[in-house]
């Protein structure tokens, strides 16, 4: 259980460079912290193997050995091996028993380390020899409960290694429990390093997948394509790659190769993903650790909590996962439950170390096991109740805190980017559950099976804070968000039965939708004019200018050619400096792209008519333009008769351009599937496809 040669190079030197320090006010110990998975221990063991000459003890907890393993057996043990290693100790230690006969039967864990291990320790005659202590997944030491067995474990090696002679050191490896940071964030004697912030990870992770499943020595080989893959999904938590390549090279089912296999693990759902019941029993053994199964309080205080955790579409902070669950219990006490689950996972989530980090699972297979139900058994989560939770909770949130004018802004004279100060007057304006409020609300309605309670909290919403959405929107800049949410609710509402079909509510979210589309580029430029401008410009029989009118009593008013209806034009996107000669929608209807001689593409916002990044420039000029199924891609058509694929998420062409014509290239598409690229030509109608 050592790090493969080759990895993990950088953080082996700090820990060897912290052992052969002669620092006399170097800190005896040294706390690896990390979440499950991510290679503490395998560091823990290299570390004794490169030390071996000077490893004095070695001691590694497991929940699998707890009632053996405990935190006064583990001095004992310690204080024994330095003995069997250096015979200074070992008389020390002799001498310590003779004036403490009893001391073995205590179960005072300061006067064990006193008496059994700082005594003898300042017997060694040799103080320029490193003596290396090592105790590997203190997390596993027993349950966390103040001033129990664990606890004073964990103050002892904090506050007291340092008592120890110079040459000791104390490497300590655990995961990062709320107990852990409590202490560590209490003190600043150890010296202590984060997993999560060694370099080269993904690099070692790489290396490790090849050398697994690639070595010509064992069975069942993988392409190096094919380990990248891995090692991309194992997201920096060698324990994943470990059981991964433990799984490929295990016998599987009769008849599938490790190909087959691996192709089966990579596409398939969490719910067929059998080989990982290793991974599995160390999420169990974290949770039983954690909750009591037959405590009913406390489980659906875990569900609760954590399926408001999984369901959300960001990672979001203790804090306002509180406020949102408080806001959606809105027949409940003022008590939210948030903070007696997740500082209490601190093995399986990140972030739960401070209120205003994001939580999230350390891997998504985390993910996967607590919403598979024949793999979390007891602990399955149940998405739809976080999604009830949740839409509840930001419907609530947005009525109760949304208001004209959200950031104070001055006047209507600049637009929102000569605004001083903007990022802080979001910042001031607009809280974190705000925002997340105004984003994801219509995603989390749409997750849900049972909307009736969400009819009249829709209506109070649309007919007396959809303007204030609007301009929250346009702030942060995410008006896209208002054309989804119009169409999701307009459709949920016109699928429903019974009172939630309400027609003149559908009608007013597709004037919403209307009025985004027509104002949507003005508003995002300058936020105010949703009301100077947007209001008086409304068509005249709009529901919308009806419902606002008396709110917004001191807006222009249109003397003379107010329209009736809805204009057919929406927009006029400008920004090309020659003739356009291209364009296309996406399939989601989110982008336009278009091709110009002025050999450019661009992309704009198709709600908002906003330029998307940057141009993407060309040799020659664009004749054609088209987006793949999945949006993801653009292919190009040139006049120098080459065709071009673009990647938009990376802003890099792939591959070298595609020949084949020999005039210029007039039309392109992707055929169903996004798996060819048809062209044609201008002068002789050749059609080339390239698969």
Not at 29 to 36: D, K, P, V, W
Not at 150 to 176: G, K
Not at 390 to 395: I, N, R, S, V, Y
Not at 453 to 470: A, T
Request: hydrophobic fraction near 40%; proline fraction near 3%; glycine fraction near 6%.
């Amino acid at each position: 259980k050592i790090c493969m040669e080759g990895t993990r190079a950088g953080i082996i030197k700090e820990i060897s460079d912290w052992i052969n320090s002669s620092d006399p006010d170097a800190s005896r110990a040294y706390f690896l912290c990390g979440e499950a998975g991510t290679g503490k221990s395998t560091i823990s063991h290299t570390i004794g193997k490169i030390f071996q000459e000077h490893l004095g003890a070695f001691f590694g907890f497991s929940r699998t050995f707890a009632r053996e393993r405990t935190p006064s057996n583990a001095l004992r043990t310690i204080a024994y091996d330095l003995s069997i290693k250096f015979s200074d100790i070992e008389q020390g230690l002799l001498r310590a028993l003779q004036d403490n006969p009893h001391i073995l039967g205590s179960t005072n864990l300061r006067n064990l380390w006193n008496v059994l291990i700082v005594g003898p320790a300042k017997m060694l005659k040799n103080p320029f020899t490193p003596v290396v202590i090592i105790i590997d997944a203190l997390d596993e030491c027993g349950s966390q409960e103040k001033d129990g067995p664990r606890d004073n474990l964990l103050s002892l090696l904090i506050d007291s290694t340092n008592v120890l002679p110079r040459n000791f050191h104390v490497l300590v490896t655990t995961r990062l429990e709320s107990d852990v940071i409590l202490h560590l964030e209490s003190s600043s004697d150890p010296h202590v390093q984060y997993m999560s912030k060694i370099s080269n990870t993904n690099e070692d992770i790489f290396k490790y997948v090849c050398h697994q499943m690639m070595n010509g020595s064992k069975r069942g080989m993988l392409k190096e394509d094919q380990c990248k893959i891995l090692a991309e999904r194992a997201e920096g938590f060698f324990q994943w790659a470990y059981t991964v390549c433990k799984s490929l090279h295990g016998q599987g089912k009769a008849g599938m190769s490790v190909n087959k296999r691996f192709q089966r693990f990579i596409t398939l759902g969490p719910a067929d993903q059998k080989d990982l019941q290793a991974l599995d029993r160390l999420y169990m053994s974290i949770l039983n650790d954690v909750f009591d199964p037959e405590d009913e309080e406390a489980m659906n205080s875990y569900r609760q909590v954590v399926s408001q955790l999984l369901a959300a579409f960001q990672p979001l902070s203790q804090t306002v996962l509180k406020r949102l669950q408080l806001a959606g219990d809105v027949e409940e006490d003022d008590e939210s439950n948030v903070e007696y689950v997740l500082p209490f996972l601190g093995s399986l989530l990140t972030g739960v170390d401070g209120l205003d980090a994001p939580v999230k699972p350390v891997h998504a297979s985390v993910r996967d096991f607590l919403l598979d139900s024949n793999r979390s058994k007891q602990f399955v989560v149940d998405l739809e109740e976080g999604h009830t939770t949740l839409a509840k909770g930001t419907l609530n949130i947005m009525v109760e805190n949304l208001h004209f004018n959200m950031c104070d802004l001055e006047n209507s004279y600049i637009l929102n980017s000569e605004v001083k100060d903007l990022h802080k007057k979001i910042l001031k304006g607009i809280s974190m559950e705000i925002l997340y409020a105004c984003c994801f609300w219509d995603l989390h309605l749409e997750q849900l099976g049972q909307r009736d309670w969400c009819l009249p909290i829709l209506q109070k919403f649309f007919y007396n804070y959809s303007l204030f959405w609007i301009e929250t929107l346009s702030l942060t800049r995410n008006m896209h968000v208002a054309s989804r949410a119009a169409t999701i609710i307009r459709k949920i509402i016109g699928n429903a039965k019974g009172a939630m079909n309400d027609n003149e509510l559908q009608d007013f979210v597709q004037e919403i939708r209307l009025f985004v589309q027509g104002f949507g580029k003005m508003i995002t430029d300058s936020t105010p004019h949703l009301y100077l401008s947007g209001i008086p410009f409304l068509p005249r029989g709009s529901r919308l200018i009806t419902n606002y009118a008396e709110k917004f009593k001191n807006v222009p008013v249109i003397s003379k050619g107010h329209k009736a209806t809805w204009p057919q034009q929406q927009a006029s996107l400008q920004g090309h400096t020659g003739q356009v000669s291209s364009v296309a929608f996406s399939t989601d209807g989110e982008r336009i792209i278009s091709g110009s001689w002025d050999k450019s593409i661009r992309i704009w916002n198709g709600e908002t008519g906003e330029i998307v990044g940057n141009a993407i420039k060309t040799a020659m000029g664009v004749n054609a333009v088209a987006f793949s199924p999945d949006c993801k891609k653009i292919v190009i058509g040139s006049s120098d008769s080459s065709v071009i694929i673009w990647d938009v998420e990376s802003e890099k062409i792939c591959g070298d351009p595609l020949q084949g014509h020999t005039h210029q290239v007039s039309s392109v598409a992707f055929v169903e599937r996004g798996y060819a690229v048809h062209t044609s030509l201008i002068r002789s109608c050749v059609i080339l496809v390239y698969a």
